[in-house]
């Protein structure tokens, strides 16, 4: 059974910082990408980032430049590293996997809420 | 940015109904379409890849069809548990985008 649990998240002031967690297991996490997508409350889904399996890393533009992410395939994790954290970035943010080319985002985790407010 | 547009924005029917959701992608994105069955309080769900693929374990009332631009989502007899918020979403190129979301209500 493929299971991923996110964990990091929290109540955080804007211009703060953030680390998400994703450990994955039940697969061979160096052969998937692996993503962030985010929801904020009440609305829809949003992507983030996605760290593939063959190395290359991809962000969207309202995160670029303030969020990282990087895996550590030997301990089968996904991480964001989130700076100078924005009222806009609140949101729950989900750990997803993606099996390769041609499919889509097949595994999500329960999600770790993240809020940012003074 | 591809922009994706899904209609209706919500839709009640009676359970057997047949119930059809479009989605609309701002360029040309081939077969690279998904669709996800999101429940409250509940992460998305993988429901149709590539267009038309169905994800193992998906109930074979959905099924989904089109490619390059234009692409539908069928429940071919609405079930009670098929109560969700329905999202399209390419996945052709980065950013990827998702469609805002069509939430359906079992009269």
């Known amino acids: 059974e493929v299971q991923l649990l996110e964990s990091g998240g929290g109540l955080v002031q804007p211009g703060g910082s953030l680390r998400l967690s994703c450990v994955v297991s039940?697969?061979?996490?160096?052969?998937?990408?692996m993503s962030w997508i985010r929801q904020a409350p009440g609305k829809g889904l949003e992507w983030v980032s996605t760290?593939?399996?063959?190395?290359?890393?991809f962000y969207a533009d309202s995160v670029r430049g303030r969020f990282t992410i990087s895996r550590d395939d030997f301990k089968n994790t996904l991480f964001l590293e989130m700076n100078d954290l924005r009222a806009e970035d609140t949101a729950l943010y989900y750990c997803?996997?993606?099996?390769?080319?041609?499919?889509?985002?097949?595994?999500w985790g329960l999600g770790m809420l993240v809020t940012v407010s003074s | 940015d591809i922009q994706m547009t899904q209609s209706p924005s919500t839709l009640s029917a009676s359970v057997g109904d047949r119930v059809t959701i479009t989605c609309r992608a701002s360029?040309?994105?081939?077969?690279?379409l998904a669709w996800y069955e999101q429940k409250p309080g509940k992460a998305p769900n993988l429901l149709i890849y590539?267009?038309?693929t169905l994800q193992t374990g998906v109930p074979s009332r959905f099924s989904g069809s089109g490619s390059g631009t234009e692409f539908t989502l069928t429940i071919s007899s609405l079930q009670p548990d098929d109560s969700a918020t329905y999202y399209c979403?390419?996945?052709?190129?980065?950013?990827?985008?998702f469609g805002q979301g069509t939430k359906v209500d079992i009269k």
């Open positions: 997803v996997t993606k099996q390769g080319f041609g499919f889509a985002l097949d595994y």
């Open positions: 039940g697969l061979t996490f160096s052969t998937y990408d």
């Open positions: 760290s593939a399996s063959n190395g290359r890393i």
């Open positions: 360029q040309y994105i081939n077969v690279w």
């Open positions: 590539k267009a038309s």
């Open positions: 979403h390419q996945y052709k190129t980065e950013p990827w985008t």
